[in-house]
């Protein structure tokens, strides 16, 4: 592989310069708070408006302009004539067998298709009930990972934050009815109520590489009198983009971090994530030294379980002395096989060794839930299998 030119932050190959497309009607979503403000004076309303209007999308997740009910008729027709609310379509929606994961491909203004999974997690003891939505960054992805069904679909372009913030709150509003479906059951009461309370971007796109519009819609969510996710629900995962990460640090967000690592040295990891040529094994991990050190925040190492690849005792006892010393946890991931992939998952007998080899070094770890593999849950995989049926 030729190694790609240095790059700022929001440039090159892994901060693709892919366009941007909008919709015939700009998206309301598109707009901070601010910008709000300025457009209700534009439209002569009263600065309160905006105040309104934000809560009626974010908070109240109205469906459409005509039915934000504490705005004027004038108002909203307004609305109605010059912006739109989404450009979301929903092309399908599968359920597991199991009820706890559902997910939905869909069709943006200008055909690409994307992926949002919600999980749904019982309270065990150490954590409440929780509904996690997994959003998607961008529409596919140009970093290539060979055991990823986005990777191999390669990269068409950046999702706008307007299309990233949307599918929290299409997660929101599914979430929200089965709260009330449950409540008229009688299964909680309204006090329970809680809809989407963990929002990870672990989709479709590398985040880090869209990095200002997934800033952008972070703040969003974590609007008080919006979506109000709290910073620490919110979880960015990255292949492990070196600049941005260091970027991140600097933010002052105490949100998660989450490095997909999935091999202790270079030439494992090499064979699998073609971005380790570019930033390798060494420098990722000083790099995330520098971010525990200024955010004092626990660094998430996602670890994807290949068979025979990245699975063994040896190779466990590699990556907790590569890990030693930092703050972190890592997450064991059994792989979701894919049509193009040539890797078959490990099995749990063999994910409890490494796991006990991790051990050996003090590194915690887990061995993640599996949730969805009857729905192609698998980032990637639902949009790879409508692609066929649908010959897009």
Sequence with gaps: MTTPPSTSPDSGPTAVDAPEATAALPSIL????????????????????????????????????EDMSTLSKPFRKSLIEKYSLSSLEQATFVTSADGTTSKALYKLHDDELIETVLMRYEADGHRRNRKTACISTQAGCALGCTFCATGQ??????????????????????????DEAQVAEGKRTTGELQGVTNVVFMGMGEPLANYRN???????LNDGQGLNI??????????????????????ELQINLAISLHAPDNATRSQTMPINQRYPVQELIRACHTYADKTKRRIFFEYVLLKEQNDSLEQAQKLGRLLNGLHCHVNLIPVNPTKEGSFERTDLATAKVFQSGLKQYGIPSTVRMEKGIDINAGCGQLRERAVEILGA
């Excluded at 679909?153 to 089965?178: D, S």
């Excluded at 997934?214 to 969003?220: H, K, Y």
């Design 30 to 65: 598109e707009h901070s708070r601010d910008k709000l403000t300025s457009i209700m004076l534009e439209l002569g309303e009263k600065k309160f408006r905006a105040d309104q209007l934000w809560r009626s999308i974010y908070h109240e997740t109205a469906e459409s302009f």
């Design 214 to 220: 997934v800033m952008s819609a972070i703040r969003v």
């Design 230 to 251: 709290g910073a620490r629900h919110i979880t960015v995962s990255t292949v492990g983009l070196v600049p941005q990460i260091l970027q991140l640090a600097d933010e």
């Design 153 to 178: 679909q390669g990269l068409r372009r950046n999702l706008t934050v307007g299309e990233i913030v949307a599918q929290v709150i299409e997660m929101q509003r599914i979430a929200h009815r089965e």
